[in-house]
């Protein structure tokens, strides 16, 4: 009796099993004329302690390269992921028929879709243009230097500080990074200030760092309908992303109490509050817009500059040229062109930014109508279409037979010749860190800034390599970059005094 009713609920799991799997996990038919990526690769960083890179060169780099496209599954469906220049540069084109469908759409009952709502980056139509309207003007003005230089000399100090504590031992920096980028973040774009560079303790940087642990989990971005039960962690990202939104709030209201936001303001801050207060957005929008820009403004900078950073240390050489060439910028008063007038450092930038973009991955759009992509792969309407920027950036087809390395030279030698180059490169999709086409990202020019001013900065302080026991390797899953990496800093300045 009992062996009759064990073999019954075996057999009943083996069925659940096969249903499961052919309903959700046999790739669509459609495309027919693209391969599928096997599903359980996206189980790969659930069961093994894995290098992103790894997974990418054995599972997708070929089909990518050979079709253009692979069928991929994540986000608990069947996705078709672009890698080829041509195709993505239609996709970017066509926003009607690949329609940016961001989380609040795709997965509304999601943690991170209540973090995010419908916002700038997400939205499309009329709300994408009310929130361009308010948020584009104070992201593409002309930017005082003046707290990014000084947030780079008290980064500096914290590297040292933490350099003499552990003697000739690496340090890791990825936290160190997100303090700064906060710093940056809320003084240059939001005129706010959150004090994490100077209390390690800051209540915003303990919140994003929660943010990122709780919401940007891999297992919830893959399987978001997990947000659909009551899990203990779950109910307790759902508070932290209520704190982190009031917290911002909070902070710029302070920040603008007696001095009236407007929408003639060409400043961040002052123009999202106007908005609010004029009626233009309620307080949910206000949330969403200044959490996403909070959150873009500060993450992707970050993963950029330890990506540098990593790049700097295992080429002392392009460290040494960058350090010889910007030697003359004067770090206290330096403006925006006499930081941009260094042709090799934003070279350097850029092919960092080719060989890792921060966003290293996306799926954001939807088809709206069948449609025929290059002419060649037919895809449905309603399938959910994205792009790999980590393999589009690296096409040998593109950049020939050394586009895995790193070589600042290829981007041109004048700052004319490589604002042309990298121009020409984005409006064909052969570089695409920054997105392209109407929604390109809108904050390039403070993201340029920010880098210029920190590795100016930093090539000047220090010498750093790469802290020999520190395990080469990238991140598991999500954002592609050096996971954990810790670096050696060699004091230059004071050797230079004791010398
Ligand atoms: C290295 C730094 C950065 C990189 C690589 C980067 C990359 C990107 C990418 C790939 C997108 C498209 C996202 C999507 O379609 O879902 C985007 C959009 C956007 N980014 Fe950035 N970003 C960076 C820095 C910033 C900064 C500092 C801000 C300032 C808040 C910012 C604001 C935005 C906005 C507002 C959009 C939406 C544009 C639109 O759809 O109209 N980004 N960015």
């Known amino acids: 009796m009992f062996l009759r009713v064990y073999f019954q609920i075996l057999l009943g799991l083996i069925i659940l099993s096969g249903l499961i799997y052919y309903f959700f996990c046999l790739p669509p038919k459609h495309p027919k004329n693209i391969p599928a990526v096997p599903f359980w690769v996206c189980l790969i960083p659930f ?63 999601a943690v991170v879709a ?38 780079s000399s008290l980064l500096c ?34 005129q706010t200030d959150f004090e994490t560079l100077s209390n390690s303790e800051a209540v915003l940087n303990k919140l994003q760092s929660a943010v990122k642990r709780q919401i940007f989990q891999p297992i919830f971005m893959n399987f978001p309908f997990l ?4 899990i203990p962690s779950r109910v307790k990202a759902r508070e932290t992303i209520k704190r982190f939104s009031q917290e911002l709030d909070d902070k710029l209201t302070k920040a603008y109490e007696g001095k009236s936001p407007s929408l003639s303001s060409d400043k961040l801050g002052s123009r999202l509050l106007a908005a609010r207060d004029e009626g233009l957005i309620n307080d949910k929008q206000l949330h969403d817009n200044l959490n996403v820009t909070f959150v873009a403004g500060q993450e992707n900078p970050q993963l950029l500059l330890i990506s540098i950073m990593y790049l700097l240390a295992k080429h002392p050489e392009i460290q040494a040229k960058v350090r010889a060439e910007t030697s003359k910028v004067d770090l206290d008063t330096a403006t925006l062109q006499d930081l941009a007038d260094n042709p090799y450092l934003t070279s350097m930038i850029y092919e960092a930014l ?17 449609v025929l992509l290059g002419g060649t792969i037919p895809i449905p309407a309603g399938m959910f279409v994205g792009y790999n920027s980590y393999s589009t950036n690296r096409s040998p087809t593109v950049w020939g037979p050394t586009s895995n390395d790193f070589v600042p030279e290829r981007w041109g030698a004048t700052n004319e010749e490589i604002t042309k180059r ?11 860190s920054f997105h392209g086409g109407k929604r390109a990202c809108l904050g390039e020019k403070f993201a340029m800034l920010e880098m210029r001013v920190s590795v100016c900065r930093l090539v000047r302080e220090f010498a750093w390599e ?34």
Request: aromatic fraction near 10%; avoid cysteine; proline fraction near 6%.
């Open 354 to 370: 080719r060989l890792f973009p921060p966003i290293s991955q996306l799926i954001n759009r939807r088809t709206s109508v069948p």
């Open 114 to 151: 209540e973090f995010l709502g419908d916002n700038i980056i997400s939205a499309r139509s009329s709300n994408w243009k009310l929130y361009t309207d308010i948020i584009k003007p104070g992201l593409q003005r002309n930017f005082e230097t003046e707290p990014l230089l000084s947030n």
């Open 466 to 499: 790469l802290d020999p026991s520190w395990p080469e390797r990238m991140t598991p899953a999500g954002p592609l970059y050096p996971r954990a990496l810790r670096l050696v800093f060699h004091d230059l300045v004071k050797s230079e005094a004791s010398s």
């Open 47 to 109: 069961l093994k302690d894995v290098d992103q890179r790894d997974t990418y060169h054995k599972y997708l780099e070929k089909p990518l390269i050979k079709h253009g496209a692979v069928k991929i599954f994540f986000g608990a469906r069947w996705n078709l992921l672009v890698q080829r220049s041509e195709y993505v540069a239609e996709i970017f084109k066509d926003e009607e028929v690949y329609q940016k469908t961001g989380n609040q759409k795709k997965i509304p009952h």
């Open 157 to 190: 100090k914290l590297l040292k500080d933490s350099q003499r504590s552990v003697g000739k031992s690496g340090i890791a920096v990825q936290e160190l990074l997100q303090r700064y980028t906060i710093a940056n973040v809320s003084q240059g774009l939001l």
């Open 422 to 432: 990298f121009r020409k490169a984005k409006s064909r999709a052969e570089f695409i």
């Open 227 to 230: 947000d659909h039960f009551p």
